[in-house]
């Protein structure tokens, strides 16, 4: 899965603080990993705001 790179930068603030789970099902396709993702997808954020 390539998780990090489809992640557009606009959309940070968006998943920072729109934390419903329909909104993740939006990007991940996956209803079942919603969970482990948005919590993957707080650390892959900060990854690309550190960069």
């Known amino acids: 899965m390539h998780l990090f790179f489809d ?3 606009q959309n ?3 998943y920072k603080y ?3 789970i329909y909104y993740f099902d939006l990007y ?3 209803r079942i990993n919603s969970n482990i993702l ?3 997808r707080f650390m892959e954020c900060s990854l ?3 960069k």
Do not use: C, F, G, M
Request: aromatic letters at 0%; proline letters at 6%; charged letters at 30%.
């Open 12 to 14: 940070i603030n968006k």
């Open 28 to 30: 991940s396709k996956n």
């Open 48 to 50: 690309v705001l550190a």
């Open 7 to 9: 992640t557009p930068i």
């Open 18 to 20: 729109n934390k419903s």
């Open 38 to 40: 948005r919590r993957t």
